[in-house]
């Protein structure tokens, strides 16, 4: 009997399972009486309804045995609890930044950070927009100017480095209104809204001498940042051999201050992180999280929460663990890939972005696309995506209208150490089954929308 050959050899997760939670088991009927009920928004299901969850990585990772034990060190003393210093030590350690204040999540963060720093009539140039940071910018007072490349706009470009910025739509922003109206650039990677890519080291260096140029200060996103640390490693020049806590340390060496959300890399499921070395701005964010947050060591977190924190740190720069997660994400595109599914390529570090424009060439974009698979992906399978395309954009401050974002994508999101490889064999299933049947699907009207962050909220209905 012929035998098969050895021809390669899989990696794994350098873990194994301690404890399990059961999922429900649902049946197409449930699901199409869930999404009703729903509004055909994912985000209004109710959770018992779901069967795989890929609707966000955010606060949904599985926190390893080390963590939990950190949790019943928890020193919950309202003032200067040893769970706060730990945490800023590994702060200092890992990020290199001298100054720390704790929030709750990361758009406290990013709530402060555009407060203190934003003044009426201001520019805010970025890597592209995210969702919370645009808001807490313009809630300030200041105008969000998109500086990424144009490739990050394509969904078929393989350019490495996706979420790089264009230095040319940076100086040009400078020149027009001058460098006095623009307090400080704000880099994030990978870029969740263009499909989860990095920006290289290379491209922050010259973002950073243009900013220097102009004395314009860099905050950095970082709520990702260990996942961008990653793919320099892996496809930037002469950072082979570096560590991924190494790159992470440079990368932040060239900014002025930071915001994490720590339900990301930190692989814990709360907590928030604003660190800086600018004295000021830290002495300004110390005083006002008292008035939102609580006091300046717990910043609305409990004592052992920092502690998951400072542990899940330890965890987040180990190589291996990046590895499994992207690993994961990797696998399902070229499962995905098996059935001509389109998705946003190069893959993205934390999600698969289905390309729904071409997914459901048939809908126009005010029939939202987007929003229209991900309910149809639900109702199939039960397993839940997010839209981000036109109902995420929201509307356009001055003229009200819709804005019109060029991609019109479905996020699957992986949260860390949750689902096994079956789990991704079965999402991958559903999504080809309904993408065989995409003609006889028809769009959605919105029928309930909210003032701010629409895309949490509004509810459709079938056209
Ligand atoms: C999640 C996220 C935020 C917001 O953080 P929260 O903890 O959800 O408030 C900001 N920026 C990026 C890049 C994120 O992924």
Redesign the pocket.
Known sequence: MAKKKVTKRSWAEPFKIKVVEPIKMTTRENREKAIIEAGYNTFLLKSDDVYIDLLTD??TNAMSDNQWAGMMLGDESYAGSKNFYTLWDKIKQYYGMPYFVPTH????A?HMVSQILIKEGDYIPGNMY?T??RLHQELAGATFVDVIIKEAHNPVSNHPFKGNTDLNKLEDLINKVGAKKIPYVCI?GPV?MAGGQPFSMANLLEVKELCKKHKIKLWF?A??ACENAYFIKLREEGYQDKTIAQILKEMCSHFDGLWV????DLMVNIG?ILATRNKKVYEEARNMVVIYEGLHTYGGLAGRDMEAMARGMDEMVMFDNIKARVGQVEYCGKRLQEYGVPFVKPIGGHAIFLDAKKFLPHLKQDQFPAQTLASEIYADSGVRGMERGIVSAGRNRDTGEHNYPKLELVRLTFPRRVYTQAHIDVAVESIATVYENRNKIKGLKMVYEPKYLRFFQARFEKL
Do not use: I, L, P, W
């Open positions: 955010s606060g999540q990361g758009r406290a990013e995210f919370t940071t994030a969740n996103d709520t990702r959300s720590a339900k990301k928030g």
